[in-house]
């Protein structure tokens, strides 16, 4: 990565978005370009440590070309005012916002991976969050990522674990929800290299360790109230959220989302004023017979 | 004239679940949610029948009218036709 320029002549789409311009003004130590997949994305960051973190383990795919940031990186130390948080956003949406570093970077690396998931047929990737709570985990769409981290504390009353990533693998033979390697390349202690130990023994997301069961998966409705969700219903949203379903193939993907869809416990909250969605989806995933209410 | 015996494409995928069927086709890309009357028109539609022999099969087993259920067999196997998941097959004789 290299120096941040405010100045650099090409920024013009940048300096035409008004929304970016109060993330624009941050101040940012390095950026660069790289290769995702088929994407060329944009990454900066405050911090000229994580810049040359970044530039490591993505040594692979950096380009000398320019292009607008896709991925902000805000670092606590180095961007005074930020009161102790790391924040990850794309665009100016947020994606994960914690005082833990090795949090942040692990998000960030995940972030980077699904770039290339749809040319991978070594697990089904889904366009889906993973959300921890009391009766287990949760797909969601990944959508609701920001949504309920706009109202992190309540969600964490509810015993919620954010998702630590936009997308999910699920194993195509189980049905259940599996960690893979990564498909660009990067060292499996990429998080070690940036923070050695890990500041926390639990990270502050939810991140997928080992294979999951799917206990619930949960789907967004525009209209209220949310009607109820067929498994063929599921299954199909589910199919319709798969990155690479090509891919996998009809055999292994449907059969593998058909074990999904068969067996969680599958529903519609409504899109709605918040806190009232995260009060929804906290009552989801509630262990059973232990719904309360939070207000 | 001829009536069709329609026959599913047999690359299709189908999961099966609850008596609802999601198919996928792998040819060109498309998932298709089908409900539960679909489902089971849908797995009949095997070449070995034409629409008038299933509709008056069906509508024995399920007692509705054989010309409302001949009407609704057409329609689907119209509309399954337009997205290309059945393959005419022409009756001999």
């Known amino acids: 990565m290299r120096a941040y320029d405010p100045d650099r002549p090409d ?46 383990v993505l040594a692979d795919h950096r380009l000398e070309a320019w292009t607008d940031a896709t991925y902000s990186l805000v670092i606590a130390e180095d961007a005074p005012g930020r009161r102790g948080f790391h924040i990850l956003y794309r665009g100016i949406a947020p994606l994960v916002r914690t005082t833990d570093l090795a949090t942040v970077a692990r998000a960030f690396l995940m972030e980077m991976e699904l770039h290339a998931l749809s040319e991978r047929r070594d697990a089904i990737f889904l366009n889906a969050a993973v959300l921890g709570g009391p009766r287990g985990a949760a797909l969601i769409p990944s959508s609701l990522t920001t949504l309920l981290g706009s109202r992190h504390r309540l969600a964490e009353r509810w015993g919620l674990a954010l998702p630590g990533a936009g997308w999910a693998a699920v194993d195509p033979e189980t049905g259940d929800l599996v960690p893979v390697a990564s498909g660009i390349g990067v060292p499996a202690d990429a998080v070690e290299q940036l923070v050695g130990r890990p500041e926390t023994s639990v990270p502050a997301r939810c991140f997928v360790d080992d294979a999951t069961p799917v206990e619930a998966v949960l789907f967004l409705e525009r209209e209220r109230p949310a009607a109820p969700v067929s498994r063929a219903a599921g299954l199909y949203r589910l199919a319709s959220n798969c990155l690479n379903l090509p891919l996998v193939g009809g055999s292994g993907g449907m059969e593998g989302l058909g074990h999904v869809a068969g067996r969680a416990d599958l529903r519609a909250v409504a899109l709605g004023p918040l806190p009232g969605l995260v009060e929804e989806i906290g009552e989801a995933m509630a262990e059973p017979g232990r719904v309360r209410a939070l207000t | 004239m001829a009536a069709s015996r329609p026959q599913v494409r047999g690359d299709l995928v189908v999961v099966e679940l609850d008596g609802e069927a999601v198919v996928y086709d792998e040819r060109s890309g498309e998932l298709h949610h089908l409900n539960p009357s679909a489902t089971l028109i849908f797995g009949l539609l ?48």
Do not use: H, N, Y
Request: one cysteine or more; glycine letters at 10%.
């Open chain 1, 11 to 56: 920024r013009e789409s940048e300096r035409r978005s008004v929304c970016l311009r109060k993330l624009d003004t941050l101040a940012w130590a390095v950026e660069g370009t790289f290769e995702l997949g088929s994407a060329q994305v944009g990454i900066r960051t405050t911090s000229a440590r994580v810049g040359a973190w970044i530039d490591d």
């Open chain 2, 46 to 93: 095997d070449g070995s029948a034409t629409i008038r022999t299933l509709a008056d099969d069906m509508s024995q087993a399920f007692g509705v009218p054989q010309e409302e259920m001949e009407s609704q067999v057409r329609a689907l196997v119209g509309q399954l036709r337009r997205l290309g998941l059945i393959e005419g097959k022409a009756e001999v004789g």
